[in-house]
């Protein structure tokens, strides 16, 4: 099956830093997903970006398809930002098939 | 906004028991999807449906099944609950773009 792998595994910053997270995947996709766990682990569907770019606040999100690879950046931290960051692809999409999900990165951001 | 809701935030069985996860979601969606997840091992599909009364098995299905008689309620059976299911278990949606969301989540633990 297809692969799926993120960048850094942990990441410690101080509030106001900025982050770029990386999920590499092996073969192509039609449906990417990026979610963030907070500590109650709850997750929360942060983008749905197969291709292209897109910004939601001080959150944004570039796929490369054609190169196999997604990137989550976080502008200016801030302490509610700290959990887990996971991406997660389905070969097929349309969302029949369910995701199958990276690692994750393990954000803290300090005060 | 979309809800998925779980019937537990926390639950303790003994080993032997059969117990019943429930998840209901409000936005009609037709997929549903149990996943369980691990420390070091992330998100991992247990069962799906695209449909009542249809279910497909997802990469670890063993000791557990699953039965969705109405469209908004997806539920996961353990038949007879073991130690090695103690986890996080998380049921989710998707819209007709794929977009997944998700429940709380359950804490099992099986003693």
């Known amino acids: 099956g297809i692969q799926v792998e993120q960048s850094p595994p942990d990441l410690i910053l101080q509030e106001g830093a900025n982050s770029t997270l990386r999920c590499n995947f092996s073969?192509?996709?039609?449906?990417l997903q990026w979610f963030h766990q907070n500590p109650w682990g709850q997750l929360i569907n942060l983008f749905y970006?197969?291709?292209g770019t897109k910004q939601n606040g001080r959150l944004s999100a570039t796929t490369v398809a054609t190169e196999r690879y997604s990137l989550l950046y976080i502008s200016s931290s801030q302490t509610t930002d700290s959990g887990v960051y996971f991406c997660a692809v389905e070969q097929s999409g349309g969302g029949a098939d369910g995701l199958t999900f990276g690692k994750g990165t393990h954000l803290i951001i300090q005060p | 906004d979309v809800k998925v809701t779980q019937s537990s935030r926390y639950l303790v069985k003994r080993t032997g028991e059969k117990v019943f996860l429930e998840c209901v979601q409000d936005?009609?969606?037709?997929?549903m999807f149990w996943y369980r997840q691990d420390p070091g091992l992330g998100l991992r599909l247990i069962y799906f449906?695209?449909?009542?009364?249809?279910?497909e098995k997802g990469d670890i299905p063993e000791g557990y099944s699953v039965s969705r008689e109405k469209k908004e309620r997806f539920s996961l059976i353990l038949e007879s609950a073991s130690t090695n299911q103690t986890s996080m278990y998380l049921c989710?949606?998707?819209?007709?773009?794929?977009?997944?969301?998700f429940g709380p989540g359950t804490r099992l633990l099986v003693l």
């Open positions: 970006i197969p291709s």
């Open positions: 449906s695209y449909d009542v009364k249809m279910k």
């Open positions: 936005m009609d969606h037709e997929n």
């Open positions: 073969d192509s996709v039609n449906n």
């Open positions: 989710a949606s998707t819209d007709f773009l794929g977009t997944q969301y």
